[in-house]
Nanobody
């Protein structure tokens, strides 16, 4: 079981910036993918950003060019830098990792509890 803890959510005005952090209980070098999802009130969970162990990066279409995902292997943490925030970015941001089970070669996915980001207009 991988435990994830997010931090950095806040109330911010439109146009502002935030940096979210995700602390993991295991070495992130053992994960084959990590990233962030967003869940708005009464909405489905949407992919915001993904970073794979091979270095591939993917962003949701609504955040491309404004958000950047990064990691620090030495601290077992990864981050989401969010710039030029918009009211529609409001939601609970959950960090997630995927770890391959060496016995079955299937991926196991884990999520944190999330951190709230609210963008006022």
């Amino acid at each position: 079981q991988v435990h994830l803890v997010e931090s950095g959510g806040d109330l911010v005005q439109a146009g502002g910036s935030l940096r979210l952090s995700c602390a993991t209980s295991e070495s992130i070098t053992s994960m084959h993918a990590m990233g962030w999802d967003r869940q708005g009130p009464g909405q489905t969970r949407d992919m915001v950003a993904r970073l794979t162990s091979e270095g591939r990066v993917e962003y949701g279409s609504s955040v491309t060019g404004r958000f950047t995902v990064s990691k620090d292997d030495s601290k077992n943490m990864f981050y989401l830098q969010m710039n030029n925030l918009k009211p529609e970015d409001t939601g609970r941001y959950l960090c997630t990792v995927a770890k391959k089970n060496p016995a079955t070669l299937t991926s196991q996915h884990y999520w944190g509890q999330g951190t709230q980001v609210t963008v006022s207009s």
